[in-house]
């Protein structure tokens, strides 16, 4: 009996979590032991496009929200990473630079735009049938006709292009769809939206939404930490995202620690780090009410 | 023993699932999968290969050897596709887009192509497909939500956990359910 307790504890052991439950990226999503994401600049430049924003200006609050969001990662003590803004810009475009293609060494030649966009149009609503941009070799619909073409109650939508070998991200962009959802930058304790009303109220907050998916961009996956940014799920209207938590400074100065160069998976570095995994953090507290419940039934 | 048992199956549940990078979707029920698939197949990836689009993405065909057609009509080797993979040296994932192994046995959820040319699409992105395990004479279900956030709907009639186990009979069960007439 007590073998069969020490043989779950050595297997709990072997998942048990580092203190940290922030998670990394990999090149490879099925092979954890592939290299992780990473820029190899501390300041990556982004852009925010004013299509899908008709009449917004640089002063409307939902670019304030947008820069805002984006900060959170930026005004960290223990990294330098920091993302720059840009400016405005027209760009519809997402993916990455034909003329990079195959062509890494270009990249510092060429510089890719990493762009904030919303498509505020379905594409099945707004693409002619019978297109070119709907032949599967061309696929560039929701760039050609500004629109949005994932469906399926996909909210917001990230994309970075990188180095297979090596990990080092090229590109990121980021779709928002205001096409089929209301995003809001009302700060609590504002109201939930009700069907109709999209001003003054919570329904979809934008930062929340960007916040999180700008620690994405950055290298991070899901954490396995409830409290933090980057963590799986998030309810309707919910904030709790705009801000950091420990978790997820812990994860940005892992990967970006200040005055040092970035950590790729596996490599030893002074701040906490390395790839860990937020099934681990998960798992441990499951296994300890499980061992409880178990003792419990024996004594 | 039966309780250590279920532990080391639970945590290999667990530890099966892979993080990676993520986009935000709303979160689709069993039932809310079957009614936006047209066809629902179980099966096998016989292969898979990636290729540039012009509009700077890249685009994986994976091919499918369908075991059972669990809605809809489908037989013999279907091709969906799906948005990321790498080319040469380049990589590009669209997060919480749905990933294949070779040889991994699947259940997807399909929207049937709407271009001549076109291939099938998973719905709801990596929601839209379920790892199968064996674990002994039963088989377990479980979807890897990699990089895949979820909202869920005020109100919404979803019940269990986004990613739990769920046995293939369990889930084959719900599946005929929901796509009764």
Redesign the interface.
Known sequence: MRA??A??LV??LG?APRAEAF????????D?ESPC?FWDRRTVPYQLSQRGLIGATDESPIFDSLRTSLRQWTDVACSDFAYEDQGLSQSV??????VL??Q?MLVEVVKPENTVLFRDALCEQVVPAGDA????????????FDCWG?G??????????????TGEI?DGDIELNEAEFQFTTADPPAP?CQPGSSTGCIG?DLRN?VT??AG?LL????SGDPESTMF??????ETLKRDLAQDDIDGLCSIYPAGKPPSTCGEIVDAPSGCS????D??LP??LV??C??RR?RT | MRSLAAIAVSLALLASAAPASASVALDLSIEQLTAKADVVVRGKVVGQESAWTRGGRIVTTVHLAVEAALKGQSSGTVALEHLGGHVGDIGQQISGEVAFQNGEEVVVFLRAPKQPGSKYRVVGMSQGKFHLTHQGASIIAKQSLDGLGLIRKPGGAIEEQPGQAISLEALRARISAAAAP
Request: a negative charge; glycine letters at 10%.
């Open positions: 069969g307790v043989a779950a297997v709990a998942l998670v990394r990226t990999h090149v490879d999503p099925n954890l994401l475009e997402v993916g990455f630079n034909k293609l195959n890494p941009c709907l032949d599967p070799a061309n696929d560039d619909c929701a760039s050609r994932y399926d109650g996909v909210i917001a939508l990230t994309t970075t292009t990188y180095n297979f070998q090229f939930s979809t939404t999180h998916e994405h290298g991070l996956g899901h799986l799920s998030a309810g309707s209207g995994s937020a099934e681990g998960l798992a499951w296994l499980m061992l419940l178990v039934r």
